[in-house]
């Protein structure tokens, strides 16, 4: 048998002769919508093919011996730049006291004023202007029973009025303004700190950290510590010349652990009806703080999780360990992101809670039964704790190109054959309804 024979047997699709063939005008109409359907149904395919997700994941983060980085700006009307210190430590025993690497302290016109930004300049009282280089080469200062700092100008001696004050600090003492210190006397220390107490300050700028659980805060004084505590010289804040004192009132503009995801990111991350900004990643941006008591505390707990995000076409996975290892080479603001687009980040949750120093009820907020204990310093702190969970949001297709082929297929398969079978409908019913006029 000839091998076309055997293939004419197999034939599912089975013709019809050109003279057996009838074409209708409803065939027509239904052959144009059909394909009008097709082609809209099509498109539709190719736009979900083309469309991108994000898939979130929950797991265990692995991480071992990172680093986080903590960017923040945060106002202070009511105290002056000089009174504020910013330290950070965390249960490893690591300690940073007077953090100024990456931060930038910025003197605010008093509020009456606008407070409006007078400098951007860390501190105006120790500038180079006030060092004794006009003195006799072979001066050296008194360190007033304090032993010299390691970083003095003149080893064994302190010629400045800084020099004194971390003489003192090491020491633990407190200092003031300087009275009787012939160094802070010369450079008049205390009449232009007092030139600066109506004005305010903000704290902006980054810093990095072990990630473990810690804390960092902004409170008034040099900070040392003293046997196991850390303490802080409250001297000049609460001995201060303005009417009503210094306070805490604050104003958060930003808090994030990590880089910033992009607008055009966090939009991915939420839904339709409920869009997402970096808000919520971050909940304490633009919050505000009020306070007239300047022995008042504010704390917020913090809970950081781990999040990442990888763009699509990016390598599964996080960020290679060669760039974990060099974290310490890699410059403030720059950790975390990858070079393929992806970015090693953090969310968190908080809470809140504020006490004043004097202890007592909350019976002015409505909480007779809430009792504060006294004693602590004022400031702000932050506590930070580290969750064990991560999450990765994923870019993906919502559809593989196999899943967008069998979708045009199905569209092309389907809608043909219902159109097959109005077509016969609609050519059966009008013929019945030809032979009853017939008859």
């Known amino acids: 048998m000839p091998a076309k024979s055997r293939f004419t047997r197999l034939d599912a699709f089975t013709k019809t002769v050109e003279d057996a063939r009838v074409r209708t005008t409803s065939g027509g109409i239904v052959t144009i919508a059909s394909l009008l359907i097709v082609f809209y149904l099509v498109w539709g395919e190719w736009v979900d093919y083309r469309r991108v997700v994000v898939l979130p994941e929950l797991i265990v983060d692995k991480g071992r011996g990172e680093k986080m980085e903590i960017h923040l700006n945060i106002s202070f009307p009511r105290v002056p730049c000089e009174l504020l210190t910013l330290d950070v430590?965390?249960?490893?025993?690591?300690?940073?006291?007077?953090?100024?690497?990456?931060?930038?302290?910025?003197?605010?016109?008093?509020?009456?004023?606008?407070?409006?930004?007078?400098?951007?300049?860390?501190?105006?009282?120790?500038?180079?202007?006030?060092?004794?280089?006009?003195?006799?080469?072979?001066?050296?200062?008194?360190?007033?029973?304090?032993?010299?700092?390691?970083?003095?100008?003149?080893?064994?001696?302190?010629?400045?009025?800084?020099?004194?004050?971390?003489?003192?600090?090491?020491?633990?003492?407190?200092?003031?303004?300087?009275?009787?210190?012939?160094?802070?006397?010369?450079?008049?220390?205390?009449?232009?700190?007092?030139?600066?107490?109506?004005?305010?300050?903000?704290?902006?700028?980054?810093?990095?950290?072990?990630?473990?659980?810690?804390?960092?805060?902004?409170?008034?004084?040099?900070?040392?510590?003293?046997?196991?505590?850390?303490?802080?010289?409250?001297?000049?804040?609460?001995?201060?010349?303005?009417?009503?004192?210094?306070?805490?009132?604050?104003?958060?503009?930003?808090?994030?652990?990590?880089?910033?995801?992009?607008?055009?990111?966090?939009?991915?991350?939420?839904?339709?009806?409920?869009?997402?900004?970096?808000?919520?990643?971050?909940?304490?941006?633009?919050?505000?703080?009020?306070?007239?008591?300047?022995?008042?505390?504010?704390?917020?707990?913090?809970?950081?999780?781990?999040?990442?995000?990888?763009?699509?076409?990016?390598?599964?996975?996080?960020?290679?360990?060669v760039a974990e290892r060099t974290t310490e080479l890699i410059p403030l603001g720059s950790h975390g992101q990858g070079e393929d687009g992806s970015i090693e980040t953090h969310q968190y949750s908080v809470t809140s809670h504020k006490r004043s120093l004097g202890g007592g009820s909350d019976a002015a907020e409505g909480h007779k039964e809430r009792l504060h204990a006294r004693g602590g310093i004022p400031g702000v702190f932050f506590s930070y704790d580290i969750s064990p969970m991560k999450v990765i949001n994923r870019e993906e297709r919502s559809k593989s190109f196999v899943g967008f082929l069998t979708g045009v297929c199905a569209v092309i398969g389907g809608t043909l054959t219902v159109a097959a079978a109005i077509d016969r409908g609609v050519y059966e019913g009008a013929s019945r309804i030809k032979k009853l006029h017939q008859r």
């Open 89 to 321: 430590m965390d249960v490893s025993g690591e300690q940073q006291t007077g953090v100024m690497h990456g931060v930038s302290k910025v003197r605010l016109a008093p509020v009456a004023e606008g407070g409006r930004t007078i400098d951007i300049k860390t501190l105006e009282l120790h500038s180079q202007d006030d060092v004794a280089t006009h003195l006799d080469p072979n001066y050296c200062g008194e360190c007033y029973g304090a032993n010299a700092p390691p970083n003095a100008i003149k080893p064994g001696c302190c010629n400045t009025c800084e020099e004194v004050r971390e003489a003192y600090a090491s020491l633990s003492w407190a200092f003031g303004r300087g009275e009787h210190v012939e160094q802070c006397e010369r450079e008049h220390y205390g009449e232009r700190l007092d030139e600066q107490r109506k004005e305010g300050c903000r704290i902006e700028g980054g810093l990095r950290v072990n990630k473990v659980v810690g804390n960092f805060h902004i409170a008034p004084g040099r900070s040392f510590s003293n046997g196991n505590m850390h303490v802080h010289d409250l001297n000049n804040y609460f001995e201060s010349p303005v009417e009503g004192g210094h306070t805490f009132t604050h104003e958060i503009h930003s808090l994030r652990f990590g880089p910033q995801l992009p607008e055009e990111v966090t939009k991915n991350l939420g839904t339709n009806s409920m869009p997402w900004t970096n808000h919520h990643l971050n909940p304490l941006d633009n919050t505000a703080q009020a306070t007239d008591d300047p022995a008042f505390n504010y704390m917020y707990f913090v809970k950081v999780v781990s999040t990442s995000y990888h763009p699509l076409g990016s390598k599964k996975g996080v960020l290679s360990t």
